[in-house]
């Protein structure tokens, strides 16, 4: 089991481009999460999706930012245009879902985004 | 709002030393499962232990073992013979099983050093 995968692990970016999150979840998990880390917030849920459909996206801080999940495998959260405020380590995590709510997420190694 | 409180930003503990983690949470649900995760300097997310609230006998694994307490709606994390490699910061989780949510909200984590 290769684990949740994202890329990339760094990205430093200029205020005002685009920047792209990349996730691949576990095979076989239909739930799927994107987190953000900050000093200031701690981990907050931006959205996440439920056999690829959006189920709460009540985190996103704005318009700025969107996430899609084209199929089973693949996620992607997108921020355009970026700000240096945005600057923090991005999570995606998957897990089983459906009943099973006590199985736990598991996370990818985080994307650190800088945007200077 | 569901939300955890972890009120030790910052805790030490000698090798081979226990030391407990305190985490309260406030909810109006009955049904809910909480969880510890360990985040390292390598910044990954690890799953230490979970519990189930209507189970009312304590989660151990191995080193690790839980206090809960429903009524007071605590949560802490015992953890024995520290080791070295315990050095982290851990966050206490709690989700709720209603309406379909998946949402685990976050504490804001405590960090634990170990020490030789």
């Known amino acids: 089991d290769a684990g949740v995968i994202q890329s990339p692990r760094h990205e430093v970016t200029e205020m005002g481009q685009e920047v792209t999150l990349r996730c691949k979840p576990i095979?076989?998990?239909?739930?799927l999460f994107w987190y953000r880390q900050t000093m200031m917030r701690g981990l907050e849920l931006l959205i996440y999706?439920?056999?690829?459909?959006?189920?709460?996206d009540s985190g996103m801080p704005e318009d700025r930012f969107s996430a899609k999940m084209p199929n089973a495998s693949f996620s992607t959260l997108k921020i355009q245009p970026s700000e240096p405020r945005d600057s923090a380590v991005y999570f995606c995590?998957?897990?089983?879902?459906?009943?099973?709510?006590?199985?736990?997420?598991?996370f990818g190694n985080g994307t650190r985004l800088t945007v200077t | 709002a569901q939300t955890v409180t972890q009120s030790q930003p910052e805790m030490s503990v000698q090798e081979a030393e226990t030391v407990t983690l305190s985490c309260t949470y406030d909810?109006?649900?009955?049904?809910?499962?909480l969880f510890w995760y360990k985040q390292p300097p390598s910044r990954q997310m690890i799953l230490v232990i979970r519990?189930?609230?209507?189970?009312?006998q304590n989660a151990t694994e191995n080193r690790f073992s839980v206090n809960f307490q429903k009524a007071a709606k605590s949560f802490s994390l015992k953890i024995s013979d520290s080791q070295l490699g315990d050095t982290a910061m851990y966050f206490c989780?709690?989700?709720?099983?209603?309406?379909?949510?998946?949402?685990?909200?976050f504490g804001k984590g405590t960090k634990l050093t170990v020490n030789p």
């Open positions: 995590a998957s897990r089983t879902g459906g009943g099973s709510y006590n199985s736990p997420l598991h």
């Open positions: 095979s076989g998990h239909n739930s």
């Open positions: 999706f439920n056999n690829n459909v959006p189920i709460d």
């Open positions: 909810t109006s649900e009955n049904n809910y499962y």
């Open positions: 519990q189930e609230a209507y189970k009312q």
């Open positions: 989780a709690f989700m709720k099983h209603k309406g379909g949510s998946e949402k685990l909200v």
